[in-house]
């Protein structure tokens, strides 16, 4: 089994804390046709912000060439073409444009990855100069990680990410170092069937400053489940999903500030998935 790319290290801890968690209303519908073509449209109304929508559709060729076009209701149409297990396998490229009908091609990038057994290793060059290259290696029990990303034009490196992780059963620990400098690191672990706990912690050198945060979610039941967070600031997170009927799924969330519960910093939100 191919290690988790480099993004990919201490995803499931982050996972607790950044899913289930929609701000303002939110609507996400999806469905496929007979051909294989998906169909993806889905809205935000954020407080103070507007009406964001995209709606996406995605086709995959039986030679293995997909194609992913993505129209933004700011007039930007994003498309990706990828060609996957070409020309050896294990290795995936694809081309990703960024245009408007007003303005032409407003960016242009190359990505790729590679991955077997013991490596996973990723890149994208952008039009704009700015090159990323990260890998990741399992030793055992371990995964070992770096990412940089770098200028083209002369500018050495922008940032640079080393990353361990360790799993060993339903126990997931990893540690990220960025720029030298700052510290995060993360726990997951599944402590049943139903439930799983997460705890990101967090460490600036240069500002000594640091931040710790604890979340859960439990499963009720086959069609329900909770999640709860609350950080080093004392803002409280509150989830609940459920799957109304088939393809129907609910969720609606609340963070409240409890050092402050008479300000304005409490937010709420709402989201309904439609699939077929």
């Excluded at 293995?64 to 297990?85: A, D, Q, R, Y």
């Excluded at 088939?246 to 709402?270: E, I, P, Q, W, Y």
Aim: glycine letters at 10%; hydrophobic letters at 40%.
């Amino acid at each position: 089994m191919a290690p988790p790319k480099f993004a990919d290290i201490g995803k499931a801890a982050r996972d607790i804390f950044g899913d289930d968690y929609p701000f303002g209303k939110k609507l996400t519908l999806k469905t496929s046709a007979s051909n294989g073509m998906t169909f993806k449209v889905e809205g935000q109304n954020v407080v103070g912000k507007g009406v964001a929508a995209f709606i996406e559709t995605k086709f995959a060729h039986s030679s293995g060439v997909s194609i992913k076009e993505k129209w933004h209701t700011n007039n930007v149409v994003s498309t990706e073409i990828s060609v996957p297990n070409k020309p050896v396998k294990g290795l995936n490229l694809a081309l990703l444009t960024d245009c408007s009908p007003a303005n032409g091609l407003m960016s242009l990038a190359v990505k790729g990855d590679f991955k077997n057994d013991a490596l996973f290793t990723d890149f994208k060059v952008a039009s704009s100069g700015s090159t990323c290259i990260g890998a990741s290696f399992a030793v055992k029990d371990f995964v070992l990680g770096a990412q940089g990303t770098f200028k083209l034009s002369g500018g050495g490196a922008v940032s640079t990410s080393l990353a361990v992780g360790y799993t060993y059963d339903n126990l997931q620990i990893a540690t990220h170092v960025v720029n030298g400098s700052a510290v995060r690191g993360s726990i997951y672990q599944k402590t049943s069937d139903d439930a799983s706990v997460g705890v990101l912690f967090s460490w600036n050198r240069a500002s000594n400053e640091s931040d710790i945060a604890v979340g859960c979610r439990v499963k009720l039941d086959d069609n329900t489940h909770v999640k709860a967070k609350i950080d080093k600031s004392l803002v409280l997170g509150l989830s609940y999903t459920q799957a109304l009927r088939k393809n129907v799924a609910f969720t609606v969330s609340a963070t409240a500030n409890t050092n402050r519960m008479t300000s304005d910093d409490h937010k709420l939100g709402a989201h309904i998935t439609f699939s077929a």
